[in-house]
T-cell receptor, first 115, second 114 residues
Framework: NAGVMQNPRHLVRRRGQEARLRCSPM?????VYWYRQLPEEGLKFMVY????????ESGMPKERFSAEFPKEGPSILRIQQVVRGDSAAYFC?????????????FGPGTRLTVT | AQTVTQSQPEMSVQEAETVTLSCTYD???????LFWYKQPPSRQMILVIR??????QNATENRFSVNFQKAAKSFSLKISDSQLGDAAMYFC???????????FGTGTRLTIIP
């Protein structure tokens, strides 16, 4: 059973471009979470999605950032008009459900560099 | 704000010795979950151990155990018989009872001295 897949692993964008980060959850997992890790910091929650629904986006910046988890295909985190402060590692996690027995499994992350 | 604080940015321990990493947190909830995650140089987040706040018994996973003090809002990680492969960043985290949204501390970098 493959783990959580994220691509690309590294992404370089110039200021003003768009970044699209993809996350394929583990097989059978319908819950997806996105976290951002700035250099030398812990992960910060951004958004929690279930299939076709955003459940909690309290950690998502109000502008330029959006996330989706369609019925078919991977979850996408989209950052429009990137700025240097968006440079970070973006981690996706997935779980079978909620509750302590449902561990969040993390992907390897996408490192975004904005030049 | 519901915060998680790790006051030790760096720790080191001799191989085969025991080390304890500290974590305190702030919450207004009575039920919640606590976690320790390991992030080796590969940056992959790996769950080490987890604790349900309503359980008084401290969780144990092989060489890893926790000291959970609910009243003090403290959740320390003890690593026994430290091994070279334990070298990593360790993050303490908490989540609401539904385990949907993890709040992480800033991490402790653990170095193992051969």
């Amino acid at each position: 059973n493959a783990g959580v897949m994220q691509n690309p692993r590294h992404l370089v964008r110039r200021r003003g471009q768009e970044a699209r980060l993809r996350c394929s959850p583990m097989k059978g997992h319908s819950h997806v979470y996105w976290y951002r890790q700035l250099p030398e910091e812990g992960l910060k929650f951004m958004v929690y999605l279930q299939k076709e629904n955003i459940i909690d986006e309290s950690g998502m910046p109000k502008e330029r950032f959006s996330a989706e988890f369609p019925k078919e295909g991977p979850s996408i985190l989209r950052i429009q008009q990137v700025v240097r402060g968006d440079s970070a590692a973006y981690f996706c996690a997935s779980s079978l459900g909620t509750g302590l027995t449902y561990e969040q499994y993390f992907g390897p992350g996408t490192r975004l560099t904005v030049t | 704000a519901q915060t998680v604080t790790q006051s030790q940015p760096e720790m080191s321990v001799q191989e085969a010795e025991t080390v304890t990493l500290s974590c305190t947190y702030d919450t207004s909830e009575s039920d919640y979950y606590l976690f320790w995650y390991k992030q080796p140089p590969s940056r992959q987040m790996i769950l080490v151990i987890r604790q349900e706040a309503y359980k008084q018994q401290n969780a144990t996973e092989n060489r890893f155990s926790v000291n959970f003090q609910k009243a003090a809002k403290s959740f320390s990680l003890k690593i026994s018989d430290s091994q070279l492969g334990d070298a990593a960043m360790y993050f303490c985290a908490r989540s609401p009872f539904g385990n949907e949204k993890l709040t992480f501390g800033t991490g402790t970098r653990l170095t193992i001295i051969p």
